[in-house]
């Protein structure tokens, strides 16, 4: 079934064409990944097809529905959006902006009831945030930042994720506990995951279904042995790429061929 069909879809700044002419479709249930060199029209993509942007001209359709004739609060409670900078250095506790993510269930006005208090906890003893739940976004690092953000993702309990380019500025270490984190969901609850992705190797390992975008016209999409050719990659990126395969998950991945 697919959950978002994207018909014909022109995206421009003023007289510049950031997208040109996208068709695909996201079926639900995808860990659907977007990928391409830098100015590809990513970000715009994603900003267009959560509802943030309307297109110039073309169709997104969610759920054989137009994106615009959604409401904003439905699609506060379908779509929940991590973005790039992740949460910024406020003055807020942890389990403040987690709390957060409850409002487009709630009432005008009106404070978290004891279900909004419950998916919370739950999900700051998941994240193994609840130790700290007291303490300032301010003084966290940047990977921790990005964990709170995912938190308060989850707190929305959204059918779709978007996530642009998750693991930005992320170590190794943190890179692995977001993104298993977000596949560890998507595996419970059956979300759809939608992901901007710099990194070719991440992309192989945590999504089935790929689109590869260059100066925002698609070049391909589809599954992701389909989409991650060590040809393909090495045009569109202008570098020459290794393909190898990945020793225990036998997906693709990618080394510079160090000439």
């Not at 994106?67 to 942890?94: C, D, M, N």
């Not at 393909?232 to 991945?253: A, C, E, I, M, S």
Request: charged share 20%; aromatic share 6%.
């Amino acid at each position: 079934m697919n959950l978002f069909e994207i018909q014909n879809l022109n995206q421009h700044y003023g007289s510049f064409a950031v997208l040109r002419n996208l068709s695909f479709a996201i079926s639900q249930g995808d860990m659907f990944g977007i990928i391409g060199p830098n100015g590809s029209g990513k970000s715009t993509l994603i900003r267009t097809i959560s509802g943030l942007q309307p297109p110039t001209s073309g169709k997104v359709l969610l759920m054989d529905r137009p994106l615009s004739s959604h409401t904003s609060k439905e699609l506060a409670r379908q779509i929940a959006v991590l973005e790039q900078e992740g949460t910024p250095a406020l003055p807020f506790t942890i389990e403040q902006i987690v709390s957060m993510g409850r409002y487009p269930w709630l009432k005008p006005f009106a404070d978290l009831g004891s279900h909004d208090k419950a998916v919370v906890e739950n999900i700051l003893v998941k994240l193994n945030l609840g130790p700290k739940r007291s303490q300032k976004v301010s003084t966290l690092s940047g990977g921790q930042r990005q964990l709170v953000s995912l938190a308060r993702a989850m707190a929305q309990e959204p059918r779709i994720l978007i996530l642009d380019e998750p693991t930005t500025y992320l170590d190794i270490g943190h890179q692995s506990l977001v993104m298993d984190h977000v596949r560890q969901w998507h595996d419970e609850l059956g979300i759809t995951v939608i992901m901007v992705l710099h990194d070719l190797n991440i992309a192989a390992q945590y999504c089935n279904r790929i689109l590869l975008l260059d100066q925002g016209e698609i070049v391909t999409w589809g599954k992701k042995e389909d989409v991650l050719r060590e040809e393909t990659l090495t045009q569109v990126y202008k570098t020459d790429l290794v393909q190898v395969h990945h020793p225990k998950l036998g997906v693709p991945q990618f080394l510079l061929s160090g000439k």
